[in-house]
């Protein structure tokens, strides 16, 4: 071992000099540790300074984590490199240069829910001789085009649904560029266009002299190209991964990226940490014995540095019922103390029957991957107010807000708004401003959307002199939120006021932290977060999780 605790692998990745690197990190041989002193090595020891290096992962809690311990490393308060996920790196370029593209730099950040509101207003205006498809369907085809930098070509059309989805692609796309707003893909898709551009490519290549990557084997097509495109300015990408970790393939992960490193960028090195520092070897073995069959890897045998343990058990169960009970009893014989238990399945659905057996034995558990606060209901329509004000041609926001609470608007009118909106070629909130002068309005729905345009222009008005948990709060008093929430839920209302309680003091604690830059930022930071970032990893005795979400963690 170093004086820094490394061993002679990690020292070597650590301290190589400028090119580009590679490394074949295993589970559990210490891939963050080798970035932060990485990060440690060029500043503390090299003089680099802080702000020409750029690292990237693909959750927030492992940018803070990274952030965090590299910062204690130096013995420092901050760490003033750029640490953070592709997502949250290629919304700062987006906010800087989306203009070049010919957008708006004031865009909105459409979430899996609006995207889903979208396509479904979308897929219900398409003429009938169109092939029906699902909007979640049409929203996966169109990503995955998208993480591979193409487009659909009606040329390359194969079939009716093909047709369909090609159809959709053009007017999903162009809705988006009405209402000023991007999808997640559109977070590194643009980015990695703009860096396309050769004085765009160089102005941020020339900032960032360093660039590292994490979990390497996850990246896309658009993730590549960014690090690529960075990484070739001055030749300096350290990439960390390790191919037989790549499971992400299904949501766009390209494991050539990482099996073809070496050919991509020529004088690569190479370092392979092979020496486990979590598992015993008797885990070890039997990982390194299955993954031995796979056909696309670079090769490395993990090795414990915790001695043999104890025998890998494995149960046949009869059934899920009898498969459930047996991992409960299991966990409460092993439990004890005060020790924590994990349930990793393959898909979220293989819960239910864990869930039960857990209830029927009175033991506490956590859900990775249930319903998310910031998924509720209530937290969603506050949302909304907030997104008109930072956004006024958010028309998914201003239709989920629009009646709610009930303004005696009903579908009818809320048509007549749309109908205007898609003819006259305006925005849905000019739409519902020039409502005010329908005469087919009730007398009701006419003051409804008086209150609702005086409501969205104080919200804009104060946007930027008041703190979110304000704005929050002139929400809820002028609409009565509260009181609809009694009144819709009359059997759970309370669950619904502490949301909107809980919410509340999610805005203000974020309104007290330093140096954040109000509703914009605020918005921003709930639209990258997350299923990761947002679990809850509290004191439950028991966690429940999918395998996919225990890498993440």
Known sequence: ?????????????????????????????????????????????????????????????????????????????????????????????????????????????????????????????????????????????????????????????????????????????????????????????????????????????????????????????????????????????????????????????????????????????????????????????????????????????LRSALGKGTPIKYHEAENGDEEARFVVDTIGQRTTDGARAAVLYRTNGQARLIEEALRRKGTRYAVIGGQKFYERKQVRDLLAYLRTAANAKDDVAIRRIVNIPPRGLGSAAVARFESRSASQEIPLSQAVRDAELDDELTSRGRQGVAALVDLLDTLAADRFTAGVADLVETIIELTKYDEYVRKSDEKDFRTGLEVIEEFQSACTAFDKREGLGGLDEFLQELALMTDIDAADTGPAPVTLLTCHSAKGL
């Open 1 to 301: 071992m170093s004086e820094t605790g490394l061993n002679e692998a990690q020292q070597d990745a650590v301290q190589r000099g400028d090119g580009y690197a590679l490394v074949l990190a295993g589970a559990g041989s210490g891939k963050t540790r080798v970035i932060v002193e990485r990060i440690a090595h060029l500043i503390g020891d090299r003089g680099v300074n802080p702000r020409e290096i750029l690292a990237l992962t693909f959750t927030n809690k492992a940018a803070g984590e990274m952030r965090d311990r590299a910062a204690q490393r130096l013995g420092r308060d901050r760490l003033d490199a750029w640490a953070g996920t592709f997502h949250s790196f290629g919304l700062w370029v987006l906010r800087r240069d989306i203009d070049k593209l010919g957008r708006n730099k004031s865009f909105t950040i459409f979430d899996d829910s609006d995207q889903l509101a979208l396509m479904k207003q979308l897929v219900k205006g398409l003429p009938a001789n169109f092939e029906q498809v699902t909007p979640r369907e049409a929203l996966q085809w169109i990503s995955r085009f998208k993480q591979d930098l193409a487009a659909p070509s009606k040329d390359d059309v194969d079939d009716a649904a093909d047709e369909t989805f090609t159809e959709l692609w053009s007017h999903y796309h162009a809705a988006l560029s009405r209402h000023d707003a991007v999808d997640f893909d559109d977070l590194l898709v643009l980015p990695a266009k703009l860096l396309g551009d050769e004085a765009v490519r160089s102005r941020y290549g020339e900032r960032f002299r360093f660039v590292m990557i994490d979990e390497y084997q996850d990246t896309n097509r658009a993730q590549y190209l960014i690090a690529k495109q960075l990484g070739e300015v001055h030749g300096n990408l350290f990439v960390v991964g390790d191919e037989d970790q790549s499971i992400y393939s299904w949501r766009g992960a390209d494991i050539r990226n990482i099996l073809e490193f070496e050919r991509d960028f020529p004088g690569a090195n190479t370092f392979r940490l092979e020496t486990n520092y979590r598992s015993t070897s008797s885990i070890l073995d039997a990982a390194n014995a299955v993954v031995a069959h796979n056909k696309k890897r670079l090769g490395k045998t």
